[in-house]
């Protein structure tokens, strides 16, 4: 079939049932905006019938239900498994209009039962307060795609493919969205969708010409270049154009159609010779008017086919006798009386078209993944802690055990778990997972891949350039049920902070909503950390990521900052065991002093922070200080400015506390991580001096613990955006992490040392000064103390 033919594959009854079906989801949407009152016109309208605000957004809905409509037929004749997700904003209307008419709204919420009175509920509680907004939100049945932020519903489409065989994701792409940079680069997705083991995605790029107020690049663009922009990302575009409703039903039918046996062909050739290339998937380009069968004019201004179509339609309802009259007009344009019975509840002869059962997209138990999530088969942990005779003696690489792990993890669960990340994976050290699964990648090969390339069609490890992508990839597999583990640059992870923010918030709405399944969680690994840029410099030292993520709810974010390889195995295990978090464990990929083993390491982790005992001289008795930690390098730094301080002064009591669970220390009212006054007291203390020496901006940790009792003695040294292309010491110097400015700060904290500690003070800032020196003349830290152990 050529991209512009009009077969008529419809008959008359079925485009006459399609149209009157698609003009209650019109109605519905309208009504959801408009109406608390009087839903199925039986009385004049009235201004007493509008809601007093009017919210919501009509310009996107009528094409959103015109092609859910049309799916739906689809599923029946051809049986298929399918979801579907809306990209458009604020596309609510659109979706929840069919949802209701197919019924699952109404078994999921009883009071908005399918007759008068629950169509009058569902009216009303749209846009409301105490009701639901206008995205498809956790709270909508079918949803794995919110769509607050624009951008993600295609490589939201791909996650729901993976590994899901025998799955259709149609995705509905809207105008403003497809302007987007995360949007545009996920169009490559299809270079990672092998058609033996994956599912398909259709996606429907919805073309009505307009954003909030501004025409659309897309929609402004001949249809040439279109074509041939769809063309070079690898798709076979197929057009739907026009705006009279019967002509499009027709064309709309017979091109789904077309493009559904297009996939099906596409699956079967693959799975036939078990021949994975990869092939040039169809995709949908859906050119209808903007608000269509709304008001064509109000005011005299154009709406229909035009931006002011986009929200409301009409305001001023109840004020304005013309504009009630008109929006009654409009109401009863789709003849609600003969879509609707006197109960209020569709007519049977429609009801009758939409798919049942699990088949309805809105009861699809992919679109709610919990109730298909299986837990992981995972293998014992601690058979890849690294073996200490003794605290801080030998060095390792932290996350190379970790990739051992994933990798046996990946070699018992090679259905539903994925490792995703941006080109980094061997970066980070995690590259033994290759040895059981390569990076997915069905785009050309060249011969010298075969040299490391690590490269195959049935490779199970994500890998491209787009954080956004990969990020979205990650969370459609969690929705749908499966598991994963996404490792990303430390400075870079901010390329995802909105789709964190997005992510969290879909997380902590559906806590609240009682049938929504427990999902997997997304374990974030933060790696190539600000302490080690040892050549990329300042544009890749950034730990800031961590206060964003205290910005969300403490129901659904976890901060991990394990110290060493064991605790970061520990702390693993934990993640991937969990569900409905968004667990991020900060660990850097270098050779790092190593401090606890495995039993130890266990105990610890399960705390979430502790005294290290072996490092600490205050047993029995009161500290003169508190010398805490949060990180890797600032816990050799505050352990080394520990045993400075112990060898010059060796009558002072230091007590040493790591923290490995960042969220303990706020008050346990504000977290549930968090130690009740009593715990944090006997800990830290209730009025001695505390330096603590942090990973990430000082900031954050006053922030956790400013209502603690000794906050007033809390002194955090963290980064202060100081440094360039620096050796890791001389990098801590810059930005007083280091040992000797530990060590003097805590000669100046305690009163004891406050008189008698100006030589060492002198001691420790000329051994500063040497070391900056050697490292800008060899490049590298002073070995004795690069080198350092520890030794009391």
């Known amino acids: 079939m050529s991209e512009k033919a009009n077969t008529n594959v419809l008959s008359t009854q079925e485009l006459t049932l399609i149209h009157r079906y698609w003009s209650a989801c019109n109605y519905l949407a309208a009504g959801m905006i408009y109406l608390r009152d009087n839903p199925l016109l039986k009385q004049p309208l009235k201004p007493e019938h509008i809601k007093q605000r009017l919210l919501g957004h009509w310009g996107s809905s009528p094409g959103l239900s015109f092609a859910y409509v049309h799916i739906n037929r689809l599923i029946k004749k051809f049986d298929l498994n399918a979801i579907f997700l809306a990209g458009p904003g604020h596309g609510a209307p659109g979706v929840l209009g069919p949802i209701y008419l197919e019924g699952t709204y109404s078994e999921v919420y009883p009071n908005k039962s399918e007759d008068e009175e629950g169509l009058k509920h569902f009216f009303k509680e749209f846009s409301f307060p105490g009701g639901i907004g206008s995205h498809c939100t956790p709270e909508m049945p079918g949803s794995i795609h919110e769509g607050g932020e624009l951008g993600y519903s295609i490589s939201h489409a791909f996650g729901a493919a993976y590994d899901n065989p025998d799955l259709l994701v149609t995705v509905m792409v809207g105008d403003g969205e497809s302007e987007t940079g995360p949007l545009a680069t996920s169009w490559h997705s299809n270079k990672f969708l092998n058609p033996i083991r994956d599912g398909a995605v259709l996606p429907i790029l919805h073309l009505n010409g307009y954003k909030i107020n501004n025409p659309s690049i897309l929609s402004r663009i001949s249809y040439d270049e279109i074509k041939h922009l769809f063309m070079g990302y690898g798709w076979t575009p197929h057009f739907v154009e026009g705006s009279d409703p019967n002509t499009m039903h027709q064309k709309m039918a017979a091109t789904l159609e077309q493009c559904i046996k297009e996939i099906k062909v596409i699956q079967k050739t693959a799975r036939d010779t078990n021949n994975p290339k990869r092939p040039l998937w169809p995709m949908i380009v859906l050119r209808s008017p903007k608000g ?96 200490l005779e003794a605290p801080a003696k030998i060095s390792a690489p932290n996350t190379k055990p970790l990739g051992k792990f994933l990798r046996d993890i990946m070699q018992k669960n090679m259905h539903n778990f994925r490792v995703f990340g941006p080109d980094e994976n061997s970066s980070n050290k995690l590259d033994d997972i290759y040895e059981v699964s390569k990076k997915t990648w069905l785009a050309d090969y060249l011969p010298e891949d075969a040299d490391g390339g690590e490269l195959s069609p049935d490779g199970r490890v994500m890998e491209m350039l787009s954080e956004h992508t990969v990020e979205g990839w990650l969370e459609g597999y969690l929705l749908t049920g499966r598991h994963g583990f996404f490792s990303t640059y430390e400075s870079f992870v901010h390329v995802i902070d909105s789709m964190f923010n997005q992510h969290a918030k879909w997380l902590a709405m559906s806590k609240d909503v009682s049938w929504r399944a427990p999902i997997s969680s997304l374990n974030l690994l933060i790696t190539s950390t600000v302490w080690r840029q040892d050549h990329n410099g300042f544009t890749h030292q950034d730990p800031g990521f961590l206060d964003i993520v205290v910005n969300k709810s403490p129901e659904v974010t976890r901060i991990y900052l394990p110290p060493d390889v064991n605790c970061l195995l520990s702390v693993a295990n934990h993640c991937l065991n969990s569900t409905d978090y968004i667990n991020v464990i900060v660990c850097d990929k270098q050779k790092h002093l190593q401090y606890l083993n495995i039993d130890a390491a266990i105990e610890h982790c399960t705390k979430g922070l502790g005294i290290w005992d072996w490092a600490s001289n205050d047993q029995g008795e009161e500290p003169d200080l508190v010398m805490a930690c949060a990180g890797d390098i600032p816990t050799k730094e505050a352990l080394a400015a520990t045993s400075l301080l112990r060898e010059h002064f060796p009558q002072i009591k230091v007590r ?77 110097i810059q930005n007083q992490i280091d040992r000797f400015s530990l060590a003097i700060d805590a000669i100046n904290r305690i009163p004891s040392l406050q008189k008698i500690g100006g030589h060492v003070q002198e001691q420790l800032r000329n051994r500063q000064i040497e070391c900056c020196r050697y490292a800008y003349e060899h490049g590298v830290d002073l070995p004795e103390e690069d080198e350092w152990t520890w030794k009391h």
Not at 326 to 345: A, H, I, M, V
Not at 372 to 380: E, G, Y
Not at 693 to 705: D, E, M, S, T, V
């Open 292 to 387: 269509w069968t709304g008001p064509q004019e109000v005011d005299g201004h154009k709406v229909e086919g035009f931006w002011r179509a986009h929200q409301v339609p009409m305001s001023n309802i109840k004020d304005n006798p013309q504009h009630l009259a008109q929006l009654e007009t409009w109401l009863r344009s789709y003849q609600p009386e003969t879509l609707f019975d006197e109960n209020g509840q569709l007519n049977a002869e429609l009801k009758s078209i939409a798919p049942h059962k699990e088949q309805r997209m809105s009861a699809n138990p992919h679109s709610n993944g919990g109730l298909l999530r299986k837990a992981l088969r995972m293998p014992n942990f601690d058979d890849y802690a690294v073996a």
């Open 656 to 732: 040493f506390i790591n923290v490995v669970d960042l969220y303990k220390l706020s008050p346990q009212v504000e977290h549930p991580h968090g130690l009740s006054d009593r715990e944090f007291d006997s800990l830290f203390t209730t009025n001695k001096p505390i330096i603590f020496n942090f990973h990430g901006y000082p900031y954050l940790i006053h922030r956790l613990a400013y209502r603690r009792t000794n906050h007033g003695n809390l002194h955090v040294r963290g980064y202060k955006e100081k440094g360039s292309i620096n050796t890791p010491l001389e990098l801590a």
